[in-house]
């Protein structure tokens, strides 16, 4: 689960992190007294959505101005100006897509002198199964770039959970990014309250881009990116106040509500998959015969006919989907059951694009009698080979 900005310094300040104040704007109105009651003489008008790179986007709408959705004000005049340009408007950035995204909120935060930035971020490396601490001197830029064109500026390591982050930890992210005496001490202290705020809050992902210096010499977190753990929410009903369903895809929602793994994506033939391994495979044999999926939906392993139901119902709401292509592989997941899943679903929504169907595993003679039997002009599959063959073909002679 992801959160804005202003949510997610919220957060680390509960831990002690130093971050800048600010006050979040749902309304062009309220913009000029969030600047007022901050104080000047300067303020940043930051766009809050969940994609990075908001400084170099642009609007799409021409009344927007041609400043990105990271903005510099000199005057409260000047602040309400730019939120009356931003607010409702289509940000379009390198995360976003060619669609963007509508700002519905935005941050205005007091201003900072910066005499130098860094990049500090934390993630689970899924490889050694601990927290990991990424963090270079080339603040500001996109890591990728950093990672492919100077990968020797960038310093990683682990931290082993039974120890948890120990003092050595701290004095080796002062030491990547050249900081001594008191600064390495301020580095030191951020990391032990950086550490506490992401294993309490069961984080997956928490980017500082750009972690700065002050002209004073105080390290500050000039923005903040977190991620939780979506397994985690029952533990943390306060972070799973903080969602915003306008940021997320309206299927993916549907798909969450009943306990779905659906993650929604620009092709045109859907896919209902059981495992998540599979489902990258089916992906995978849809792209080698020339086409794109429109989603990764894995229904899991025990799924009920209700489950099958709603998850054939999120894919045909796609009105990009040309094609459906269910493929199972009965273990836990019983033939029958996916079925009489489809069946019902067709029989309530319609079937308005080609079906391939391919069963494979327990009752699944039991399966393809059941389909056999409905009447649905559905396309029988005998492997996955045949089955993304057949779909793709059925896919192209409809176009």
């Not at 959160?3 to 913009?31: D, S, T």
């Not at 908001?54 to 021409?62: H, S, V």
């Not at 959705?69 to 309400?80: F, N």
């Not at 080698?288 to 209700?306: H, I, S």
Request: glycine share 10%.
């Amino acid at each position: 689960m992801n959160i804005h900005e202003y949510q997610a310094k919220a957060v680390l300040r509960e831990f002690g992190v130093p971050v800048a104040r600010g006050v979040p704007v749902l309304k062009p109105g309220e913009a000029a007294k969030a600047a007022k009651d901050l104080g000047g003489p300067v303020w940043v008008i930051k766009a809050q959505i969940h994609a990075g790179g908001r400084g170099k986007g642009k609007f799409k709408e021409p009344g927007a101005g041609d400043k990105g959705g990271v903005r510099l004000a000199k005057s409260a005049e000047e602040v309400d100006q730019y939120a009356e340009q931003m607010l409702g408007k289509t940000l379009v950035t390198a995360q976003t897509g060619p669609a963007g995204k509508q700002v519905n909120r935005l941050y205005i935060e007091e201003g900072a002198e910066i005499a130098k930035e860094f990049y500090l971020s934390m993630l689970v490396d899924r490889t050694t199964s601990r927290v990991a601490f990424v963090v270079s001197t080339e603040g500001g830029m996109d890591i990728e770039k950093v990672a492919h064109d100077t990968p020797e500026k960038i310093v990683s390591f682990s931290v082993d959970p039974a120890t948890g982050l120990m003092p050595h930890h701290g004095r080796k992210i002062a030491e990547a990014l050249a900081l001594s005496g008191d600064l390495a001490k301020q580095a030191q202290r951020l990391a032990t309250q950086l550490y506490a705020a992401f294993t309490a809050k069961d984080m997956e992902l928490l980017e500082i881009n750009p972690l700065i210096v002050t002209k004073d010499n105080k390290i500050r977190c000039l923005d903040a990116k977190i991620s939780f753990d979506n397994n985690a929410m029952f533990r943390h009903p306060d972070i799973a106040a903080l969602r915003d369903e306008t940021e997320e895809d309206s299927k993916e929602i549907e798909a969450s509500k009943h306990d779905l793994s659906y993650i929604a994506l620009d092709g045109t033939i859907g896919c209902m998959v059981n495992g998540a391994g599979l489902a990258m495979a089916t992906m995978d044999i849809i792209k080698l015969y020339g086409e794109e999926p429109a989603n990764f939906l894995d229904v899991g392993g025990g799924a009920t006919k209700e489950k099958v139901t709603a998850a054939f119902k999120i894919i045909t709401a796609d009105p990009k989907v040309k094609g459906i292509l269910v493929n199972i592989f009965g273990g836990i997941m019983r033939c029958d059951i996916i079925a009489e899943g489809v069946i019902a679903a067709v029989k309530e929504v319609g079937l308005k694009v080609p079906l391939v169907v391919r069963l494979e595993g327990t009752n699944v003679e039991l399966g393809k009698e059941i389909i056999g039997k409905s009447g649905l002009n559905v396309i029988s599959a005998d492997d996955l080979d045949d089955a993304a063959q057949k779909i793709v073909k059925a896919v192209k002679a409809a176009a």
